[in-house]
């Protein structure tokens, strides 16, 4: 069942059997509904203007200097733009040309769905993999996505645990009794939460964390 609230994803792929998979595998995300599809070599401005996506996923192939090459004169007249791509190669080019977010193109739903949800609050979205090759780039990261920058991560389920206690409020001390773990243990949980959120704060972890869908307050 389509909620009111789900965020509206156009998928942008010239192989029209990538296109077919990720409309799958988005659709089978709680909280995303598919409501287009296009090739690159579509015009692209008016397939926004009829589908009105919260967020663009675009699929650039195992090749992605063609579809680069045009993609600074859409991005403006785009919704935040996620790309896909193969591998670090064109990642800083692409973060320049004006995407919001760069996924591997063998993401996991759930992580892409996270991505997708996490770009339209205005986070920069990147893989890990990709943060080396956008090293040279800081400065144009920190710009376009205003100071704010998540890494596409999972938390491990020890992360998922100190999160939701977190979310109750708290305090270190009480969450290391909760665990049987160690005070020490928990700040150490605590830093890396905040990091792979892209947050400075318990109370924007618990937040960012709600929105992405991680978990339920």
């Not at 896909?84 to 190669?89: G, R, T, V």
């Not at 938390?155 to 009794?177: D, Q, S």
Request: hydrophobic share 50%; glycine share 10%.
């Amino acid at each position: 069942m389509i909620m009111a609230t789900d965020l509206r994803v156009l998928i942008i792929a010239d192989d029209p059997l990538v296109r077919a998979g990720l409309a799958g595998l988005v659709a089978g995300e709680a909280g995303c509904q598919v409501v287009g599809r296009a090739a690159s070599t579509d015009d692209l401005p008016s397939a926004v203007q009829t589908y009105r996506p919260d967020v663009v996923l675009w699929d650039l192939g195992w090749n992605p200097g063609p579809a680069l090459e045009g993609l600074a004169e859409v991005a403006p007249m785009m919704a935040p733009l996620v790309l896909l791509l193969p591998d670090e190669a064109h990642a800083a080019e692409a973060w320049r040309a004006g995407a919001r977010g760069l996924l591997s193109r063998d993401v996991e739903p759930a992580r892409l769905a996270a991505g997708l949800a996490a770009a339209t609050q205005g986070l920069g979205i990147v893989d890990p993999a990709f943060i080396a090759a956008l090293s040279p780039a800081t400065g144009d990261i920190e710009a376009a996505s205003h100071g704010r920058f998540a890494l596409v991560e999972e938390l491990t389920p020890r992360e998922l645990e100190v999160l939701r206690l977190l979310a109750e409020g708290l305090p270190n001390k009480t969450i290391a009794l909760r665990l049987g773990i160690s005070e020490h243990t928990v700040k150490f949980h605590v830093n890396a939460i905040l990091g792979k959120l892209g947050v400075a704060s318990r109370t924007e972890a618990v937040v960012h964390a709600t929105r992405l869908g991680l978990i339920l307050l």
